[in-house]
Structure formats: C-alpha cells, structure tokens
C-alpha cells in the first residue's frame, strides 16, 4: 500500500534536501552537480525552497534585507535569500519544507507578508491572502504577523496563486532551538521554474467515484486502501472537535456501497506530514501499521476488521525516530512490515530500512491464521548517515519472492559547496533465502523526491520487476527481466512536477495490462492522472488520462476590505492510493477545498470522531481462498456532507 501526494509545485514530499551539516558520507554511482550558497549556516536539519521536485538554489547575494522594513516583523535580516519570477495573473507555485536532524523533534516554518509590490502590509497575515498567495499545510495557526506550521521532525508549507505586482515573504524556521529565516521575493517578469502547467487531458473511460466520507478537520488526510472479497477498507486520519488526531478506519461494500468504520487512537505528534499509516488486507486478514509515536506497531484482524486481537509492537527503543511505515500480505498470509530509523551511533543520528515478518502459527477450519509470530527487524539498508527517507513499497510475488522499491537522500556540506543527492535502489529477496540483493537503479541531484513503487510480474529467476520513480524531468520507468539484478530506465511523463508513481501490473489473457498513477500540477492544484497500456511492453508508448481535476468553486465571503478570490478544490498532499481488486483498479482519494482567507478566519474546525474501539477479545474467526468472508467493520458512519472542505471519494476504474 501506499501512495501519496505532494503538491507538486507547491509541495515538496517527504524527501528533502538542502542539509546544512557535513557527515562526512558519500555515495557510489550518484551524480555530483553542486551549487554554492555564501553563506551556509550551521542549522542542526535541513531546509530547502523546491519548484516541483527541482530545489531552487538561493541568490549569491542578499538585496532584501536593507531594502524593507522587517523590524515590525520583529526580524534583523535574512540568512538566504531567493529571487523568483513569474508573469502577472499567471499560476504560480513553489513550497518550503524543513527537516530536523534525525527526523525528529519540532519543527515550525512561519510564513510572513514583508511587502505587497512597494507598500508595507498592513494588518496581518490576511494580507498574503489578498495579495493572490495562498498557503497550504496541515495544522497552520495564525500568529498575527505570522501563520506557522508545525510538525514533528518535518514539515512543509505550499504556496500557489497568481499576484498583479510584487510580492516578498519571509519564513522563519525553527529546528528544535535554532532558527533560520529565508527571505523569498516574487518579482512580475517573465515565466520560470515556479509556473504551473495547465494540461488538460481526457477524463478515464470506465472509472466510477462515489462519495464515502467528509470532514471539517485540517487534520483529515494521507489515506491508503485494501481489498479483500468485496470490501474496500480505509485508513486515514482525521480530529475530532478537540482537535485530537484520529485514525479513521473505513470498509466499503463493493456490492451495496454501503460504508461502515471505525476510530483508533494516535499517540504520534505528526500533524500530518508523514505518511506513518498503512494497510494491506487478505482474506479475513487486515493489519494496519503506524509508527510515529517511538514505536513502530501493526494492529492485526482476523475477522476483516471486526476486532483486532493482535497489537503486535514489531520495533521500538532510544532511537532518534521512525517514520514511513509500509505494509504488504503474501499469498501465504506472511505480513511484511517495512520502515525507516534513524539509530544512535556514537551520538550521531543513521538512517536504516528495517523489515519486520509476521507468519501464521496456525489455520483454522476457515483458511485465516489463527495467530502471527513475528520476526527480529532486519536491516535492508544501513545507510550510515543522517538521511532522508522517500516512501517505499514493497509487494511479494506469486511465487514468494519479496521486492522493496525504496529510497532516501543525504546531502554533504564541504566549505560552502552543498551537494544533494537523491537514490532509487531496489532490494530482492528470492523465495527460499534470507539474503537480499540490492542494486541502485538511478540517482540525481537538487532534487526533492517522494516515492517509487514497484509492481511484479512472475516469479523466481526470470520475475519482471517494474519500478517507478521521479527525476526533476518528470517520471521514470524501470524494467528488469532478471529478477532485479539489472534495470533499464526511461522517461513515461516528460513533465516537470510529476511526482507520485503507482504501478499496477497484471495479466489479462495474454497481454499485460499497466497502470501508472501519478500525480501532476494543473494551474493552482494537483490532479490524478494514468498511463495505461493495455499491452506493456517497453517501446509501447500509454495512453494518458485524468481521473481528477482541479476546479474553481464558489468562495467565502471575504474579510471587509479585501477583494474576493475562488475556492480551489485539488487532490490533497499524499491525498490518493490505489489497489488491485482481480483486472479492476480501486483508487481512494482525498480532495480538499481550498478557501484563500480560511486559515486567517482560524482554520478547519474539528469534525466529531467516534472514540476509539477497545481491543476485541482474542477470537478467531477467518492458505486462500479462505471459505467464508467475515462482516468486518460494522460501526455506523455519519454520510459524506458536500459542503464540508475534506472529501474522501471511491473510483474503480475497469
């Protein structure tokens, strides 16, 4: 499972860089464009401005800090500066995102107006709002000067929009106790690297969307789906009135459509940057993995969801952090569990992929386990540094093999030349044995990736492995026919910005039949779009097509005073996942509305969430097929209301 989404343009995902330290680490086979920045502050993390998935390098020189009146910000000058551009009245985006080192600990980035074309703002932070700019990120509060968001080890804040004149921002980053501030000014010229797109392609023949959930919680998001039988089941999270955070855990009849769910508690301080929840379902089988909270756990049902008997803890310590967790079921029941973290070495934060199996002790009469020992956590990758996970994926072939598509990135600090670089690798593990073979499949630099993804065709020697992943340039597409010793690698979506692959992969009859799910930038949002083959073969080119779609809605009535501005609805940050059921393809996604003056008026209020279920008695109820599939979730949901800002929608695609 897995997908996510960055706003791309105006999202930077989970992989950063611009890492203000020099660990002394490098890396075989990456590329070694640098850039230079006068000066580099020793910040303890990473902070960096992206367009798409390109890192914006900072000017050479600062002309912002004499030149405005930052006293009344309560600001002495800026330590970067950067110097954008963009025509007038045209799309625009960009985004910040910092890190801390370890990945973990607060991090806060406050968003400042410093001038509106040759005036000093007045007021407060409503004036971004006015001036065309609007910021996206979970949880901003507003500070009167300043809206600020916050996260635990990361965070990120997405700006898009279109202004008539000249616009200046501040951000001040706080990593743990140290502060950076970046001063960033949007000039009226000419087209550059933060302009949006405005593709426009066809909408996919064959696919159905229903409406299944909503919230007025800006906690709401980062969904993942399962398939098992005829039920489709959801987790995401979203916050209750008191703005606690929720994991809402969601099944959906194939047959009915009807939605019933559930609540589970979340003790992480994330407030929803990191993708730390995932699902995979078989059968009666569903485990659902979280980690964020010093702990990595999978929570385990037999009775597709009906109670969760097994709350198994499959690593935990004095560790700096854990993040990302992914989760995958084999045909033998086998649950795979993979994560990143970062380990203390002599004091020194190092980042590690760590796998964790669960097997089934025993079947019942029914074909479900009856119960899972679990595995010690095995290494896959040790990177020996203070780096940066991207989400991974991991799927097991029919035959028992286990394929992780995974990535991360470490950026090295020598004097004042900084050097980042991102790398795609794919461990293979063959049925049978222990050991697993590893190989980089691309890497690049200045580049501020998200994810790949991985889909297997056969097994054994001659298994097919496709592996998708991003380059500034867009996405990529690998293939190895040798079971991952080997890939070629070549362009799918020549589209800077495109970012977010899923691959999907499965015979039909004799052809083989591929979906690539991406997502891409479209004037101020994001949309969902596919490359399908209906045939794969790697000279054969797709056809594209869009399954969602960035709009203009009706907005709210603005403070007095200030001019009126649209509601945008997009495909939300890591806001869609998707899964096969048999040759049909079940996509969950997150769309958000996007009111310009929402976060001034103090942002989403709290959705009411029910409380958390109580484990279920140890009662076990479900090799494959198993004969009888059980109710799973039965608690009543409230039904989807349109005018709510969070919208959760069902496509299956044919």
């Given amino acids: 499972m897995h997908r996510l989404l960055v706003f791309p343009l105006l999202a930077v995902p989970f992989f950063l860089i611009g890492c203000l330290q020099n660990d002394g680490y490098s890396l075989s086979g990456g590329n070694s464009n640098n850039y230079t920045q006068n000066p580099i502050t020793p910040v303890p993390g990473e902070i960096s401005l992206a367009a798409g998935l390109t890192e914006i390098s900072p000017s050479p020189s600062d002309s912002l800090t004499g030149a405005f009146n930052l006293s009344r910000l309560g600001l002495t000058g800026f330590s970067r500066t950067y110097e954008l551009t963009t ?47 609007s910021l996206q990120s979970p949880a901003l509060t507003n500070l009167g000067n300043f809206v600020q968001a916050t996260g635990d080890g990361f965070a990120r804040v997405g700006l898009s929009g279109r202004i008539a004149q000249t616009q200046v921002l501040a951000f001040k980053v706080s990593l743990n106790s140290t502060t950076e501030t970046l001063g960033v000014r949007v000039r009226i010229a000419g087209l550059s690297i933060i302009n949006t797109g405005n593709t426009i392609q066809n909408a996919r023949p064959g696919m159905t969307s229903s409406d299944i959930f909503s919230s007025e919680s800006y906690l709401f998001g980062l969904p993942s789906i399962a398939v098992s039988g005829d039920r489709y089941t959801l987790v995401t999270y979203d916050g209750d009135a008191n703005y606690n955070r929720r994991r809402q855990w969601l099944q959906v009849s194939a047959s009915s459509g009807a939605v019933t769910g559930d609540a589970g508690d979340c003790p992480a301080l994330d407030t929803g940057f990191w993708r730390d929840q995932e699902i995979a379902a078989l059968g009666n089988v569903i485990a659902i993995a979280f980690t964020g909270d010093g702990q990595v756990r999978v929570d385990v049902s037999l009775d597709r969801g009906a109670s969760f008997p097994i709350l198994a803890v499959l690593d935990s310590g004095t560790g700096w952090s854990w993040r990302l967790v992914q989760a995958a079921i084999s045909s033998d029941y086998t649950i795979g569990c993979l994560f990143w973290r970062t380990v203390d070495v002599n004091g020194q934060p190092s980042g590690q992929w760590v796998l964790v199996e669960g097997t089934p002790t025993a079947f019942d009469t029914n074909n479900t386990p009856t119960g899972y020992a679990w595995s010690w956590p095995t290494v896959v990758r040790n990177t020996g540094a203070d780096t940066t996970p991207i989400v991974s994926h991991l799927q097991y072939s029919t035959g028992g093999d286990l394929v992780i598509g995974y990535g991360y990135t470490h950026s090295v600090v020598n004097g004042t030349t900084r050097t980042n670089t991102a790398n795609f690798r794919c461990a293979v593990r063959r049925f049978g044995q222990s050991a697993f073979s590893d190989v980089l499949v691309d890497s690049e630099t200045n580049i501020v990736p998200t994810d790949p993804h991985v889909a297997v065709i056969g097994s054994g020697v001659n298994m097919m492995i496709l592996y998708a992943y991003e380059r500034t340039g867009g996405i990529y597409l690998g293939v190895s ?71 203009n ?5 603005p403070p007095p005073g200030l001019p009126y501005y649209d509601a945008t609805v997009s495909l939300a940050y890591f806001g ?43 009662v076990f109820f479900s090799t494959p097929p198993p004969t009888v599939l059980l109710p799973g979730l039965t608690g009543a949901v409230a039904a989807p209301d349109a005018n709510h800002a969070q919208q959760l929608k069902l496509l299956i695609i044919d």
């Fill in 87 to 133: 025509p007038a009245n045209t799309d625009f985006a960009f985004s910040i995102v910092a890190r801390s080192r370890g990945n973990s600990g607060t991090v806060n980035i406050s968003t400042a107006h410093v001038a509106d074309g040759a005036a000093t703002p007045s007021g407060g932070v409503e004036s971004i709002a006015a001036s065309g700019i």
């Fill in 481 to 551: 026919n040798n079971a991952g010793a080997s890939f070629t690698t070549s362009p799918i979506v020549a589209e800077a910005g495109a970012a977010t692959p899923s691959l999907f992969a499965r015979m039909q009859g004799t052809q083989l039949r591929v979906d690539l799910l991406f997502v891409t930038p479209v004037s101020a949002g994001l949309e969902l779009h596919d490359m399908l083959w209906t045939d794969f073969s790697p000279g054969n080119y797709p056809t594209r097509y869009r399954l969602t779609q960035v709009r």
């Fill in 553 to 557: 809605v009706q907005g709210a009535t």
């Fill in 576 to 618: 869609y996942d998707a899964e096969l059921k048999g040759d049909d393809l079940a996509v969950v996604v997150h769309e958000v509305k996007y009111q310009p003056y929402e976060i001034y008026w103090g942002g989403f209020v709290g959705a009411p969430v029910p409380p958390p279920a109580a484990p279920g008695a140890p």
